[in-house]
């Protein structure tokens, strides 16, 4: 009877308990929900495939300039990471014909989301602009939607006027008007402008809540917002908020599962502003949930006692390339039964040398190395976190850890 079990869970998920390690992970079927964290070395990049299918990348990040602080290229150095990242989307939507993202959201414009610039990579859209990050995604796989903090203006808190910036608005002006990409500012509060574009009528326990965005954050109550930041008029030039403070951040919902992204946002302040703790009023809105990513990959800025032990998540994923992902108070923080109590897990995609000296307990970590997907069951009762091989692109599964029950 236990044998016939596990297989059952196993079936749902798309993972054969007896033999699922060591062999390529088991393609999406319809009615899950899998999250992948994609591991490259040089940033964040995760790939979402909805319930019905739709896809969302969030994300897609290339720094250009590595120093030994950094982890290694992953699966190696022989190709940007835009082009590993697209090779890896094209492999998880092998079950489509023709794989596409339906959309595609930046959560802040920092080269580690979105990509960097050197004058010697190639360019795209007829020579409109550089391939990198996330304008090499683009330019390989049709983006339905583009939704970042900035669009259409691009001038808050003042103009944004760096070269990777340029060369982003040029991708997305010459995509727009080429290729039909549509763009939009994500607005928070709302739940409208990511939803299932395949089968909508056949999930109705889905759904996309806008959090965050440039210190606008949802009350948690209908489509209601706060305004985090004070009138810029009076807050000095120095104390201007930066990309971290202005992150997207949105909550998923999938039957009883919940999954929270927030971005690089901050909740720790040494010499700012109050304001500058976005952690706090976004954990009072989100409540609890089953798994997120760290904020700022687990940086000193984050992961406040408040957010930790709102959001009391079994599993925590974290994208890290440097040495300093996480940071020894954030580890602590996350580990401490005082801020709530029970099991968790965290599930890293590369851990560094130096992370792993500086913090002597990690590890207990379940998992510090390698792609992170968190395969969730039709109807979202439960779920996986099943780790594929990063050294290379055998999409070899290397632990399973699970089944969980999901929390509401």
């Not at 004070?230 to 104390?239: C, E, M």
């Not at 009883?256 to 976004?282: C, H, M, S």
Request: aromatic share 10%; hydrophobic share 35%; proline share 7%.
């Amino acid at each position: 009877m236990k044998r016939i079990l596990m297989l059952s869970l196993a079936l749902l998920t798309g993972l054969r308990a007896e033999d699922a390690v060591n062999q390529e992970i088991e393609r999406w079927q319809p009615g899950m929900l899998d999250i992948h964290q994609i591991s490259s070395g040089r940033g964040n990049a995760g790939l979402y495939i909805f319930p019905d299918g739709t896809t969302l990348l969030v994300d897609a990040g290339e720094i250009e300039r590595k120093s030994p602080n950094h982890t290694p290229d992953r699966p190696d150095g022989s190709r940007p990471a835009g082009e590993w990242i697209v090779r890896y989307i094209q492999h998880a939507l092998r079950h489509d014909p023709q794989p596409a993202l339906d959309y595609a959201l930046l959560t802040h414009f920092h080269e580690d989301h979105m990509g960097g610039i050197t004058n010697s990579q190639p360019m795209g859209g007829a020579g409109a602009y550089r391939l990198t990050g996330i304008t090499w995604v683009g330019e390989k796989l049709p983006i339905g939607k583009l939704l970042d903090r900035g669009w259409p203006g691009y001038n808050f808190p003042t103009p944004l006027e760096s070269p990777v910036i340029k060369n982003y608005r040029a991708f997305v002006k010459w995509q727009t008007e080429q290729r039909g990409l549509k763009a939009e500012q994500f607005a928070p509060g709302r739940k409208d402008q990511v939803v299932l574009r395949r089968e909508p009528g056949k999930y109705p326990q889905f759904e996309f809540q806008n959090v965050g965005a440039n210190g606008v954050i949802w009350t948690g109550r209908g489509t209601a917002v706060e305004h985090r930041i004070p009138d810029l008029a009076n807050v000095p030039r120095k104390q201007l908020p930066d990309e971290n403070v202005l992150s997207i951040s949105f909550l998923l919902r999938y039957g009883a599962f919940r999954f929270f992204n927030g971005g690089d946002q901050p909740g720790l302040r040494p010499n700012k502003p109050d304001w500058y703790d976005i952690e706090t009023p976004v954990a009072k809105a989100v409540g609890a949930v089953d798994a997120a990513i760290l904020d700022h990959h687990g940086y000193v800025d984050t992961m406040n006692e408040f957010f930790v032990s709102t959001l009391r998540a079994r599993i925590w994923t974290l994208s890290v390339w440097d040495a300093h992902h996480p940071t020894t108070g954030a580890w602590q923080r996350l580990y401490s039964e005082k801020l709530y109590p029970g099991p968790r897990d965290v599930f890293a995609t590369d851990v560094h040398v130096k992370a792993r000296e500086a913090i002597k307990d990690i590890d207990r970590m379940a998992s510090g190395h390698g792609h992170i997907v968190i395969r969730v069951a039709p109807g979202g009762g439960e779920y996986r976190v099943v780790i594929v091989d990063d050294t290379s692109e055998s999409h070899r599964v290397t632990k399973v850890c699970g089944p969980f029950k999901s929390k509401q």
